[in-house]
């Protein structure tokens, strides 16, 4: 529908509304830069005026250039776009990539998001729906940031899946930085990084929002697993409604300033989601089943009925890391053989 240049253009001009790279590509892309007076329905005069200084153009070629020598694939909306990603109201012209994308996995891709102030739980939680997921064959989808977004993706590239990154900075301008050694591991698993800035673009708060609509319209969902009310995965979620996407969320205690969102959604119709079992029911796909066990659940044997036990405890008992343990006990208290206690303490329910 757009060649990479044309595609570049239209993304480099000032003041477009909504969905208008998808109506210069129908209309027909060469056409209508070529003569931009002529269109004034799909282009405001700022984006007249900058067409007529060939600046666009000027600045698209350097991007092409770029992008050569950085290794990096500028896919314009067409046919190696992704599908689910093209159809939604407001599609980029370009997106940058890094690794490898996939035109048809969109009836396989899900979205997992929520806070950067996660909780332990979340964390824990949100690596597991990572696993599991990505166990079923199915493409995580995520924003790299801190909290909810990083332990998605960390949980997929530990059992060697698929998950794909979406940013809201330049692609040479990773954020956050400390996130670049698990971007490289998702990029070794067969991953992708992907943007609609370009080079150079520092993530400045706005370009958030747009890179939710990204995450929201590549897949057929979307999973928020801690949110506040002020939380950009709100925004995702309602990017993803507004597209006819599933919504799911997993709740949380009233008391958490980081469930009051999710909470919240639940509330006003999204599923509930109380493990990556929940997500599959949803999407209709099957989850892989355990092989049988070769042993006893470390921390299941950990546990005790009449004996609560800290966090620390466990971990000396099993014999395992604490992240690990804190993991584990989430999927347990989610499946309700775990109770918390105040301390926080655990104790198994039978």
Known sequence: MLTILDGLVV???????????????LRGAGEVLAHPAEHPDLLPPRAREALGSGEPR????AELRRAAAAGVELVPLGDAYPAWLGRTADPPPVLWVRGRLDPAEGERCVAVVGSRAASPEGRALARALGRELAAAGLT?????????DGKAHQGVVEVGGRTIAVLGSGLDR??????AS???????????LVCERPFGSPPVPEAFPRRNRIIAG???GVVVVEASLRSGALGTARCALDEGREVMAVPGPPSWPTAAGTNALIRDGAVLVRDAADVALELGV???TAAPATGADPV??????DAPARLEELAARSGLELSAVLARLTELEFSGRVRRLPGPLFVATS
């Open 11 to 25: 993304s480099f001009l000032p003041g477009l509304r909504p969905g208008t790279a998808r109506a210069v590509a």
């Open 58 to 61: 000027r600045r698209a070629e």
């Open 140 to 148: 995580v989808v995520s924003g790299l940031a801190r909290g909810i």
């Open 174 to 179: 990773m954020y956050p930085a400390e996130h």
């Open 182 to 192: 698990l971007s490289e591991a998702l990029l070794r698993a067969g991953g992708a």
């Open 218 to 220: 590549w897949g057929r």
């Open 286 to 288: 099957e989850l892989p």
């Open 300 to 305: 299941s044997a950990a546990l005790r009925c």
